[in-house]
Nanobody
Framework: QVQLVESGGGSVQAGGSLNLSCVIS????????VGWFRQAAGKEREGVAA???????LYADAVKGRFTISRDKAKNTLYLQMDSLKPVDTAMYYC????????????????????WGKGTLVTISS
């Protein structure tokens, strides 16, 4: 059974940092595609960052230069380091995985992600 469990969310002031983690169990693949997505209240879900099956990091324009995605394959853990946070970053953050993806397509076609966590809430105050 595939499980994705996020942690690390919380409340910080604008300009602060948070580091999200996602432990993925029951699903390991050398070509695994993983990513972070978010959904703010009253808005549609959007892609934040991903690592495609070639190992390339991908970022939404809104977070480029502020967020860093990484993974530890030995620990089956995905991370999202978030710096210079803004109130607009407030959202529920989800990690997701699928067998294969290539390029930034996955950030806008996240319905192709087969497995999702339950999310961790990030709240940024001004």
């Amino acid at each position: 059974q595939v499980q994705l469990v996020e942690s690390g969310g919380g409340s910080v002031q604008a300009g602060g940092s948070l580091n999200l983690s996602c432990v993925i169990s029951g699903y390991t693949s050398n070509s695994q595609c993983v990513g972070w997505f978010r959904q703010a209240a009253g808005k549609e879900r959007e892609g934040v960052a991903a690592i495609d099956s070639d190992g390339s990091p991908l970022y939404a324009d809104a977070v480029k230069g502020r967020f860093t995605i990484s993974r530890d394959k030995a620990k089956n853990t995905l991370y999202l380091q978030m710096d210079s946070l803004k109130p607009v970053d407030t959202a529920m953050y989800y990690c997701a995985a699928t067998l294969y993806c290539s390029g930034p397509y996955v950030l806008t076609h996240f319905n192709d992600m087969n497995y999702w966590g339950k999310g961790t809430l990030v709240t940024i105050s001004s």
